[in-house]
């Protein structure tokens, strides 16, 4: 089976853009423009996470210097096409990128419409190039400006006539920092107004508590990771009766340590309990890993290749791009 797996056509429906671009690439860019440094960091081993963190925060210690690009308008359709060259590699014919948009306008300087802008032309362009159907997910950050996050998004994906390419909604961070009461109304709210979907990072570092609000209040038709749903039933039978998908990212989860090295990864009681999932790798470069790995790590971990072989059919099924599948 291992040995098939490099060659299997695959879909990627969790994959952050700052995580899927080369580290090379990454030191290149940063090296190019003068920056602070943040005090002691390595450029050499601090763009990667290649062993269990002790925590999220040390997990995201790479994003300290990858806030820093990209830099100029040209530097991030190098970031684009290098994604996309990654994704190649894979043998992906879709992907959902997820990006946060706000850092790159404030970076450059410009509006938010102007950096979605430059980004949506820039997905548009390498999907084209590399034969990769491709859709972006906004991003909104866990905190106290979640809402100004998500209203600062919207205004501008309005402003630039709600472009189809923009597929979906995700709320991502520190799952122990509180957000503000009406953000899942407003989550809800966009959902109903322009038809974009909703994917949550739930029950990654915290409880399965959260992936209940993302079901239930934030209206998630997908759970990012998910993991702690085991630790309740309740959780994995609203996952199986609402036929909500979890996008599994096993080498990630080993990373940052929600799945400790002792544990066996929850995949197998989403198995168990039919609770619909699919494969995804989240942040491959920095892992120095691949979808492509991740594929092998499940393998390793549950014998099934029942589940590979579907895999393709699963990420066409709950991908939030049109018209994978004749439905
Ligand atoms: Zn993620």
């Known amino acids: 089976m291992e040995y098939i797996i490099p060659e299997m056509e695959k879909g990627e429906l969790h994959v952050h853009l700052n995580g899927l671009v ?50 100029s308008r040209a530097d991030l359709t190098l ?20 990006n946060s948009v706000l850092y790159i306008a404030l970076l450059n300087k410009v509006n938010v419409d102007v950096a979605m802008a430059w980004l949506l032309e820039d997905i548009a362009r390498a999907s084209e190039y590399y034969s990769i159907k491709a859709g972006l997910i906004l991003t909104v950050t866990r905190g106290d400006y ?12 309005v402003k630039l006539g709600k472009p189809d ?30 038809g974009l979907k909703v994917t949550i990072h739930a029950g990654e ?7 209940i609000i993302a079901v239930n209040g934030f209206k998630a038709d997908r759970i990012g990771h998910g993991t702690a749903a ?19 990212c096993l080498i990630s989860n080993r990373l940052t340590n929600a799945v400790s090295a002792s544990e066996s990864h929850p995949v197998i009681e989403f198995i168990n309990n ?15 890993s691949s979808l492509t ?20 059919g699963m990420q066409k099924k709950f991908s939030f791009i049109e018209g994978l599948t004749c439905r």
């Not at 050499?44 to 300290?64: F, G």
């Not at 503000?180 to 709210?189: G, K, M, N, Q, W």
């Not at 039919?274 to 120095?288: L, W």
């Open 22 to 71: 080369s580290s090379g690439l990454v030191k290149t860019l940063l090296e190019n423009n003068i920056i602070d440094m943040p005090q002691g960091f390595d450029l050499e081993k601090d763009l990667n996470v290649i062993k269990p963190a002790n925590n999220l925060s040390s997990y995201l210690k790479p994003w300290d210097l990858l806030r820093f690009i990209p830099k």
């Open 274 to 288: 039919e609770v619909p999932f699919v494969i995804c790798s989240d942040n491959p470069s920095i892992h120095r």
């Open 230 to 248: 085991i630790k309740s039933k309740k959780t994995m039978d609203l996952l199986r009766e609402k036929n909500i998908c979890v996008e599994v």
């Open 165 to 194: 390419l923009i597929i979906g909604l995700d709320l991502a961070g520190n799952e122990d920092i509180k957000v503000p009461d009406t953000l899942a109304y407003e989550f809800v709210r966009a959902k109903i107004e322009f």
């Open 146 to 157: 979640s809402l100004e996050q998500l209203r600062s998004l919207l205004d501008a994906y």
């Open 293 to 312: 790995q991740d594929y092998i790590e499940f393998y390793r971990e549950t014998k099934s290749s029942i589940h590979i072989k579907k895999m393709l």
């Open 205 to 211: 570092t915290g409880s399965f508590e959260n992936i």
């Open 79 to 98: 970031i684009v096409f290098d994604a996309f060259e990654n994704l190649k590699k894979c043998n992906i014919g879709f992907v959902e990128l997820r």
